[in-house]
């Protein structure tokens, strides 16, 4: 079972434009969420985390909402820039269970942004 | 570059055989994780290390898997008898503790033909 989605795909956005990518999850007793960066043949680069305890957080031109009733949570990137174009992953962990420290990845997005 | 490092970037095997990576962690970080990224897929956990102790394993990690960190820096991965459905991005993090941040090494890259 999926427990993390992203079913956008593919998102395409205009360079100085907003880009906003979607992540909704299933389990409930996950308590941290982090956004990842990927380009191809690299691994995966962290970007913004959020605790459960906020619903909001910032870092520069990234900002991570989280609607917890929904079981939501959305990246937001102002302004685009070309070199953002890469797969994005949202990834969750539970951190009631000591010992779980694993993460639960979507399947991605990936994000274009034309000149 | 003090980041997590991977060797090798790629490999190429033939099926039956066994195949080693290695993972250096960023250094002082006592988490070590190995995920493995598939076509079209997010990584999926296949198992972690505090120091030199496995902690937890995924059901994915069969028994032709072996992860080990014996001194608790560097972890090696060893594939037995390679099958074509191991070929994937074999991807290695660290961590300075638990559920802090998780940061990635470049992968390795396995082909088996």
């Known amino acids: 079972d999926q427990q993390v989605k992203q079913n956008s795909p593919s998102l395409s956005v205009q360079e100085g434009r907003i880009s906003i990518l979607n992540c909704d999850y299933t389990?409930?007793?996950?308590?941290?969420f982090l956004w990842y960066k990927k380009y191809p043949a690299e691994g995966p680069t962290f970007l913004i985390s959020?605790?459960?305890?906020?619903d909001k957080n910032e870092d520069g031109r990234f900002t991570v909402f989280l609607n917890k009733s929904a079981k939501h949570l959305s990246l937001h990137i102002v302004p685009s820039q070309p070199g953002d174009s890469a797969v994005y992953f949202c990834?969750?962990?539970?951190?009631?269970?000591?010992?779980?420290?694993?993460?639960?990845f979507g399947t991605g997005t990936r994000l274009t942004i034309i000149p | 570059d003090t980041g997590v490092s991977q060797d090798p970037r790629h490999k190429i095997t033939k099926r039956g055989q066994n195949v080693t990576f290695r993972c250096d962690p960023i250094?002082?970080?006592?988490?070590l994780y190995w995920y493995r990224q598939t076509l079209g897929q997010g990584p999926e956990f296949l198992t972690y290390?505090?120091?030199?102790?496995?902690?937890?394993k995924s059901r994915l990690l069969s028994d032709r898997f072996s992860a080990e960190r014996p001194k608790g820096s560097f972890s090696t991965l060893e594939i037995q008898r390679t099958e074509q459905g191991d070929s994937a991005m074999y991807l290695c993090?660290?961590?300075?503790?638990?559920?802090?941040?998780?940061?990635f090494g470049p992968g390795t890259r396995l082909l088996v033909l």
């Open positions: 993090a660290s961590s300075p503790g638990a559920f802090a941040t998780q940061y």
């Open positions: 250094s002082e970080h006592n988490r």
């Open positions: 959020i605790s459960s305890i906020k």
């Open positions: 990834a969750a962990s539970g951190t009631y269970n000591f010992g779980n420290e694993k993460l639960t």
């Open positions: 290390f505090q120091n030199e102790a496995q902690l937890e």
């Open positions: 389990n409930s007793m996950f308590d941290y």
